[in-house]
């Protein structure tokens, strides 16, 4: 496959960016999008040009890391991570715009790497649970009802890419949010700081600058973990909750 590539490039976080003009050849359909990039980046080497930043880890779909907007959509036409997309979705001949998360929340670091970190102040807020010291628990010490365990691991599953955030008109972490809060706030093992969770997560939130949830519905759809939408109206229950009870250091204005 030959295909031309748009590919947003910026020096750094305060330099101006531009897309870029690359054409790569020889590319095969069993190819992952990162592995495409590779190519292309052993390409610009070669040439003794910089290769395009972009960020990656496991690529096995686990850690979240390569978020990128492919032709206007979080990690592209496949409901999946960009390091799952393969390039069998494309077809020889093909442009495809490469673009980094658009969120103020996100600011651009490099190219198509944004820093992401406001979600690990979001998690540090609240996404803990009391744990008494001394010797492991024995198994199954602590009940948990199947519906309730199966809630849990639904929501468990957000590995924090920021796929929701890029496909929100509004840049809302929201989905985010609700996936972290629900997670623990449903087990047994949440309950002490149920409560000050869902207020101090959602004020973390506010403060970091995403925008707000107008059930767009955008950010679901992108979620290659497939996190409901009723997540976020099951945060929304817990924080109105929280809010009558009193409890936590913030809450939403």
């Not at 190219?111 to 628990?137: E, K, M, N, Q």
């Not at 008109?169 to 409560?195: C, D, I, W, Y």
């Not at 767009?216 to 809010?243: D, H, W, Y």
């Amino acid at each position: 496959m030959r295909l031309t590539l748009r590919i947003w490039r910026q020096h750094g976080p305060n330099e101006p960016g531009a897309m870029t003009v690359y054409e790569v050849d020889g590319i095969s359909p069993e190819m992952s999008f990162l592995e495409m990039l590779d190519t292309l980046n052993e390409e610009l080497i070669l040439r003794g040009e910089e290769p395009v930043a972009f960020d990656h880890d496991c690529r096995e779909g686990i850690c979240g890391a390569c978020g990128m907007v492919i032709n206007g959509q979080a990690h592209g036409p496949e409901r999946t991570t960009t390091c799952q997309l393969h390039m069998r979705h494309f077809s020889d001949g093909d442009t495809i715009d490469v673009e980094p998360w658009r969120a103020a929340a996100f600011p651009v670091v490099k190219d198509l790497v944004v820093d992401r970190s406001a979600f690990d102040r979001i998690i540090g807020s609240g996404g803990y649970i009391s744990a008494p010291t001394g010797s492991a628990p024995d198994a199954h010490a602590t009940p948990v009802p199947k519906p309730v365990a199966d809630t849990a691991f639904e929501h468990a599953e957000c590995i924090g890419c920021g796929a929701c955030v890029a496909a929100c008109p509004n840049g809302s972490a929201m989905l985010f949010t609700s996936a972290k809060v629900v997670h623990l706030n449903v087990l047994p093992q949440g309950q002490p700081e149920r409560e000050s969770r869902v207020l101090d997560m959602v004020g973390a939130m506010d403060e970091e600058g995403f925008g707000g949830c107008t059930n767009t519905g955008e950010c679901a759809v992108a979620c290659p973990k497939g996190i409901p939408l009723q997540s976020i109206s099951m945060m929304n229950r817990e924080f109105l909750r929280a809010s009558v009870k009193g409890g936590g250091k913030g809450g939403r204005s």
